[in-house]
């Protein structure tokens, strides 16, 4: 009776440790649902991502009324797209909107592409019954949200990064003259590498094949948007956090007003089912994307399902920022299964957040390309019959949250070598957070910062390079990481409520 006894209070104790809850040592949620960051020796810290997506997630993304109805027929793409060159030219309200346009339900034969180029436009559906098919040839967006223009630095402003070093995670910047800044400015954080900086990441030293480039120290000249929020005496503070180390040995860092007059901003495509004709599964000289955005801040993708396409559902480009991108789905894309293809959703912005998407069929499914400053954020999605690995892709992405992914392939940060043209260091300062996966291979670069790989429910691999410093690994396949989700967990910090 007493060994039976003592079984049973065995089991019991088992029981209870297996689904126990356990923290980070990274971080740690107070019981008012603040969060700690414990800092490494020179003060790094995991970033805070929850100022990401539309209006940094301070707002809800708006029900924006229909001022314009269209219904199916042979004259629907000018149809559509003449509603919105005429709105374009309206002024927009005080909330910043000109107004819906609302395509019924039916199919719409679209021959070339919609194009979308001025703000406060929203094309909304009535769901997977409102179908836009992208037919004929040629490698083109369906749906091209674009502005015009270019960051343009604001003369008189540019002003020196005087600490020695900024840890990640820090909010705050001392510079040689604030006086030419007040609160609410949109800044540049401006970081030049160095030539040392390339040597000690030994990207000058990257095996060659043909077609190989060795980096370059003036190809990684990084342009971090940020707002300031305060100014005391000669430091900064900015919106969002750095998300890559000013080291002096390293890189330069200054700061400096900016103006993007041909953004545009507050656009909305919602409630479609978006496909692409083809002729045959490997078949390339089709539409590409369903969705692209570029050269805007503040806008949304949702409620958008792509299918046949050889690119992606989303595509955001590297000046598209403040972007959220919820509730859209990839299936069964089309084209050779190879480089430059399949990159289901797509984010080379700042800012952006990609939220319960789901894809299938894909290669790189949640993917970063190459210089992409962040923070970025990929929150509670899935990809199923992979055909490639989720991750920062190639040359140095900094800054992004991979948080509640699962996929039946794997999540690599690694060192790429030479494949491509010389990926070597796909992204530094990436979290892997609570994420399924067949397996997943996390280093640390030789130099420069971190990656973390924490609560993962899969296999650790040794990626494709062997040698290389292994990143922050913790909880392997350990249930009970709490907060099950570090974006919503610090969305709350803040008091916000996750949407």
């Known amino acids: 009776m007493r060994t039976g006894l003592l079984l049973l209070l065995s089991l019991a104790v088992v029981s209870f440790s297996s689904t126990d809850s356990w ?25 805070d991502f929850s100022k990401v997506g539309y209006r940094t997630g301070n707002v809800p993304i708006p029900d924006v009324p229909v001022v314009q109805t269209i219904s199916p027929g042979p004259h629907a793409e000018g149809a559509i797209q003449q509603a919105i060159d005429a709105l374009a030219k309206k002024a927009p309200g005080k909330n910043g909107f000109r107004g819906a346009i609302l395509l019924k339900k039916g199919t ?64 705050a910047l001392q510079v040689a003259a604030a006086a030419a800044f007040k609160p609410g400015d949109a800044i540049i954080l401006q970081w030049q590498a160095l030539p040392k900086w390339i040597e000690d990441l030994k990207m000058n030293q990257i095996v060659e094949r043909p077609g190989t480039k ?35 040995p390293y890189n330069t860092a200054r700061v400096y007003k900016y103006r993007f007059e041909g953004r545009i901003s507050q656009v909305g495509v919602e409630n479609l089912s978006c496909v692409s004709a083809y002729t045959s599964d490997t078949a390339e000289d089709h539409s590409w994307d369903a969705v692209a955005f570029n050269k805007i801040e503040n806008g949304w993708v949702r409620n958008v399902s792509a299918t046949y396409f050889a690119y992606s559902c989303v595509n955001l480009g590297s000046l598209s920022r403040n972007i959220s991108v919820l509730n ?18 797509g984010n080379n912005g700042q800012m952006n957040l990609v939220m319960n998407c789901t ?25 199923t019959r992979t055909h490639a690995d989720i991750g920062p892709h190639h040359r140095w992405a900094m800054g992004t949250l991979y948080d509640n992914i699962t996929t039946d392939g794997e999540i690599n940060i690694q060192d790429r070598g030479n494949w491509g043209s010389g990926h070597g260091w796909a992204g530094v300062n990436q979290v892997v957070w609570h994420c399924t996966a067949k397996k997943a291979t996390v280093q640390n670069p030789w130099a420069s910062g971190k990656n973390y790989c924490i609560g993962l429910q899969g296999q650790k691999s040794t990626g494709r390079l062997a040698g290389r410093p292994d990143g922050e690994w913790e909880g392997q396949n350990k249930k009970g990481l709490e907060p099950a989700s570090l974006y919503t967990a610090q969305l709350k910090a803040r008091g916000m409520v996750p949407r």
Request: proline content about 3%; aromatic content about 8%.
């Open 214 to 248: 060795q980096w370059q120290a003036a190809e990684y000249d990084f342009k971090f948007q940020r707002t300031i929020t305060k100014i005391e005496g000669n430091t900064l503070f900015i919106d969002n956090p750095i998300v890559m180390a000013i080291d002096a």
């Open 23 to 47: 923290q980070s040592k990274y971080l740690e949620v107070n019981s008012d649902g603040t969060i700690r960051y414990n800092a490494d020796a020179q003060g790094n810290t995991i970033p």
């Open 359 to 383: 894809a299938r069929d894909g290669r790189h499914d949640y993917v970063t390309g190459a210089r992409v400053c962040g923070p970025n954020v990929f929150y509670n999605c899935t990809a």
């Open 108 to 171: 719409y034969p679209i021959q070339n592409n919609i194009k979308i180029n001025a703000s406060g436009i929203v094309l909304r559906g009535e769901g997977n019954d409102t179908r836009l098919i992208a037919e004929g040839t040629g490698r083109r967006a369906l749906i091209d949200v674009s502005g015009t223009g270019a960051i343009e630095e604001i003369k008189g402003t540019r002003t020196a990064v005087t600490a020695a070093y900024v840890p990640v995670g820090a909010h």
């Open 328 to 345: 859209c789905t990839s299936s069964d894309l089309k084209s050779i299964i190879t480089g430059g293809r399949r990159y289901s959703f």
